[in-house]
């Protein structure tokens, strides 16, 4: 990922690793060492990666807090120190998030939304099971989707986002470090290049007020931008559930079903880390 950004010559991307991976395995801080090396920077995103749904506010902010004793250096490279919730959630009340917001001002931290993503946890799992099932055909059409995903959500989001604003707002866009991503960043910054994307810093897209200012609550999956469209009653265009269905259940694999892996390898048992109480829902 930090060669397809340095051929393109994009530099200055936050980068949100949570910190109980490195560690449960020290190594990884190479990784986030070249990623800082490359021009890029790292912000904090809590230690064990809970939703706030799941923890208390004290939790919560215990957990941000133990995300900077491990990696307060590294953050401290980056020309503004930004958080992003976990998730992007912010919890079920506004007490609650409000607590996290002071203690976020108090240690000198700027809130980095997410305004643009396109689910790639999604390929995740099926891109898993076609390399173990060497599924040439399901690999061809998992990377093919995923490009495609990422162009259709970013136009969405765009579009929805100057329905509510009347106006272009910039976006600040997610992808995780996967496999599949760091095969295929590159096509799709490509992509995005041949669309007349104008990629800009995370400082520059805060500078709009979109991006600073607090959507309700709410108990769902959706990112700081959907949060404000719900409020507005904006809807978002979405692609047809049987495209989603076909990426999700791409190149079956006994025990790698994909809800299988994300609820119960990687969401649930980061609850159980953290004492937490399981609440989740996908719709
Ligand atoms: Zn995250």
């Known amino acids: ?10 530099s200055g991307c936050y980068g949100f690793p949570h910190t109980h991976p490195v560690v449960a395995s020290p190594q990884l801080r190479e990784t986030l060492e070249l990623w800082t090396d490359s021009g890029h920077h ?20 215990d957990d941000i807090d133990t995300a900077e004793e491990h990696l307060g250096d590294l953050l401290d490279r980056a020309p503004t120190r930004y958080f992003r919730y976990a998730m992007d959630m912010t919890g079920r009340s506004e007490y609650k998030r409000g607590m996290v917001e002071d203690h976020l001002r108090d240690a000198g931290y700027t809130v980095a939304p997410i305004t643009a993503w396109f689910g790639d946890f999604a390929w995740i799992a099926p891109y898993y099971r076609a390399k173990v099932n060497r599924d040439g055909e399901a690999l061809a059409m998992l990377r093919q989707s995923y490009v495609d995903a990422a162009e259709f959500h970013l136009r969405s989001h765009v579009r929805a986002a100057r329905e509510l604003w009347s106006t272009n707002v910039p976006c600040i866009w997610l992808i995780h470090s996967t496999p599949i991503a760091s095969d295929m960043l590159g096509a799709i910054l490509d992509r995005f290049a041949d669309i007349g994307v104008e990629f800009i810093g995370l400082d520059e897209a805060m500078r709009h007020p979109s991006n600073k200012l607090l959507p309700p609550v709410t108990h769902l999956f959706r990112n700081h931008l959907e949060r404000q469209l719900s409020a507005a009653g904006v809807e978002r265009d ?4 049987e495209m989603a269905a076909a990426v999700l259940n791409a190149s079956p694999l006994d025990g790698y079903d994909s809800f299988h892996v994300y609820e119960d390898r990687i969401l649930k048992p980061i609850v159980k880390r ?3 109480e399981w609440d989740w829902d996908w719709s």
């Open 274 to 276: 953290v004492g937490g």
């Open 42 to 61: 790292i912000g904090n995103h809590t230690h064990h990666h809970a939703s706030l749904n799941w923890v208390s506010g004290k939790q919560y902010v």
């Open 238 to 241: 979405q692609i047809p559930p």
């Open 1 to 10: 990922m930090v060669d397809a950004l340095g051929e393109r010559n994009i």
